[in-house]
């Protein structure tokens, strides 16, 4: 029972550490959306966890379009993300050729390993577009931390960074002073 006690600690220390990795260096931007490359995403892993796999499972059919799902162990622990094949606007590609699936199984395994915590902040928010913009920000900040809030913040619009200037800037004041935050 230690055991088992020990390893869930570890496994949520490490997801703890690794969900506040400033990752934003390598953050790359696709139409409004901000995402971390696979390529990227997979270096950072395996200088973490350098006996980390990850596998592809077969893609799901939903009418004309198509779902794709990987599994990524890392850290004693298997964490799977799944990922409808999409364009630049997030939108189902309809009929997917090869190319539009394989650059979706390469999204899908950068997700699969922010589900580990790397660059997790970067989808923060993503699904919670209808929230007030002033309530995300907030709830971001508290839960991720400046990084995160500034992730979220990158995708707003500019009318929802309006009304999020006033707590941006109270930030950046707090943030030690400086206007880096």
């Given at each position: 029972?230690?055991?088992?006690?020990?390893?869930?600690?570890?496994?949520?220390?490490?997801?703890?550490?690794?969900?506040?990795?400033?990752?934003?260096?390598?953050?790359?931007?696709?139409?409004?959306?901000n995402?971390?490359?696979?390529?990227?995403?997979?270096?950072?892993?395996?200088?973490?966890?350098?006996s980390?796999?990850?596998?592809?499972?077969?893609?799901?059919?939903?009418s004309?379009?198509?779902?794709?799902?990987?599994?990524?162990?890392?850290?004693?622990?298997?964490?799977?993300?799944?990922?409808?094949?999409?364009?630049?606007?997030?939108?189902a590609?309809?009929?997917?050729?090869?190319?539009?699936?394989?650059?979706?199984?390469?999204?899908?395994?950068?997700?699969?390993?922010?589900?580990?915590?790397?660059?997790?902040?970067?989808?923060?928010?993503e699904?919670?577009?209808?929230?007030?913009?002033?309530?995300?920000?907030?709830?971001?900040?508290?839960?991720?931390?400046?990084?995160?809030?500034?992730?979220?913040?990158?995708?707003?619009?500019?009318?929802?960074?309006?009304?999020?200037?006033?707590?941006?800037?109270?930030?950046?004041?707090?943030?030690?002073?400086?206007?880096?935050?």
């Open positions: 029972m230690y055991t088992m006690v020990y390893r869930k600690e570890k496994i949520m220390n490490k997801f703890k550490e690794l969900r506040t990795l400033d990752v934003s260096q390598y953050i790359e931007k696709k139409g409004q959306f995402y971390l490359s696979w390529a990227h995403a997979v270096d950072i892993l395996l200088k973490e966890d350098p980390a796999t990850w596998i592809y499972h077969e893609p799901m059919n939903f004309d379009s198509l779902m794709v799902f990987c599994s990524v162990t890392a850290f004693g622990k298997t964490m799977t993300a799944q990922l409808p094949v999409m364009n630049y606007k997030n939108q590609i309809k009929n997917p050729d090869a190319m539009q699936v394989n650059t979706a199984m390469q999204r899908c395994l950068a997700k699969a390993i922010a589900l580990h915590g790397i660059g997790l902040y970067i989808y923060q928010g699904d919670l577009v209808d929230l007030d913009p002033l309530d995300l920000i907030k709830n971001v900040y508290e839960t991720q931390g400046i990084e995160g809030a500034r992730a979220v913040y990158n995708k707003m619009d500019n009318e929802a960074r309006a009304a999020c200037a006033e707590f941006i800037d109270q930030i950046r004041k707090d943030s030690n002073g400086t206007e880096n935050g």
